[in-house]
């Protein structure tokens, strides 16, 4: 028995083949939740409109030729043609006892196709700021490779680190001058940011007083032409070097409880072998063509100022190679190598055009087939309270680990007071599920490509569309639970789909696998939240009608619990679908 929108679908094309004819039978009948009814049809406009008929008697016409008695109601007409449609509580009872059984994975559907999905997420810079900017696309890009995954493909993550290019120069400079052992060196496992600020300080400093051949400018350029020829030394301390970054990114990601590992590191570097014949491809294949010296593709359809096309240099006319190279390379590799079907860039909204460039100059290259979707899951700012992108007062970046500290810190204080009761350790426990849980929450619950507002007091807010108000909400189903088994309530039995609260809860339950479909098609975590918060928002409706501990019939008691605990099984599943943990109590 498939979700109501399928089930109501498939009826509604069987009705416009018999009504209309066969080149009706894949018109989309627009199944819709409906705030009149359980849902609408809302298909007979458009068909009127094909048919050259009016609305209201092709709405008729439909109602006569559509059997859903075993489903729902016969269809009422309203307005223009709307099709109102109140499903039959039997149908919505046997449907939600069919998800809850063992097995039925809640009703989410397998796929149509399994897909190989390249996902390329987190990609923060060695020594650089790793700031609220790629904690959101860490966080989302989790997201959609965790609900990827419950929906049955396979996903490859990329972990695309800056671990190359002119800077390291510098970097190592640096390095070598504090010595590899010292406690600056040390930065780069706990603020590699200060450590980068400091070896940029040194640089600029060097340039503007113009020391010369032995100065730290002309010793960092040299480095990176040493660094680039293979040398061995300078390979050494540079893998020293991305080594102490590494240490620090699995800090954070352990903290965050993301699923990120080494396995998933494909940094920049690991393409270096590979942009000479990069260039050497598309060049002979007449892709790439020389411009003022640099080596450069002109996508169709990308112009710059005056109407000139726009160049994706992939080779400057010092012969170095930039970003755009190394994507050119990774996408190749992703797509002949790991086998992707689609692959997904959660990457800043800045970096729109170069991907539009990448992916146009690819498809053009024949090395991103028709057939395999990019696509670029573009990533807003976290702003501060004053409407700018979020830093410290005095103007640094944020630290990182220092910023999520903190939310744990305000989450210790939410649980510390709501439950003085529980031990020391498991207030730690539930502070940590609250606090990331809190930030992770926030940034998914935002459309991905909107900028928001970082503002601890509101993610950690046990109201609103927040991760403490569902784990919240989760705890009180587990607590009834308990009270429940000590009361000797009969466990196992179908969930209860009668009152009209049970069904409204039941209805929403019923969401969840088109949902979580839905998620995974568009690469958008943010419905989920939606989904889940008006879930526990039924769940609430419901649990004020319908007691369960106190409700006298044996039956009934049971009943409701069964469908408390299938609310439960599915607020934790979709928790889990974004990286967020549910506590076993609040
Ligand atoms: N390291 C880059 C940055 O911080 C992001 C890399 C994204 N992935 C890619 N394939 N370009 O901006």
Redesign the pocket.
Known sequence: MPAPEIALTERFQTAFAAAFGPEYADADPIIRPSQFADFQCNAAMGLAKRLGRAPREIAAQIVEAVDLSDLAEAPEIAGPGFLNIHLRTDWIAARTAEIAAPGAALGVPAPERAETVVL?YS???VAKEMHVG?LRTTVVGDSIARTLEKLGHTVVRQN???DWGTPFGMLIEHLLEVGEDSAEAGLLTTDPNAFYQAARAKFDASEAAEDGETGFAARARRRVATLQSGDAESLRIWTHLVGLSKEYFHRIYDMLDVTLTDADLAGESSYNDQLEAVCADLEADGIARLSDGALCVFPEGFTGRDEQPLPLIIRKSDGGYGYATT?LA?LRHRVRDLGADRIG?V??TA?ELHFRMVFTSAREAGWLPEQVQAEHVKIGSVLGEDGKILRTRSGASLRLMALLEEAVAAARAVIDELRPDLPEDERARIAHDIGIGGVKYADLSTAHDSDYTFDLERMLALTGNTAPYLQYAVARIRSIGRKAAAQGVAAGAAPRVQDDAERALALQLLEFGPTLASVGAEFEPHRLCAYLFSLAQAFTSFYEASPILKEADEQVRAGRLALAQLTERVLVEGLDALGVNAPQQM
């Open positions: 390329d990609a923060p810079n790629h695309h680190i800056g994507d990774a860039y990457v800043g970096q």
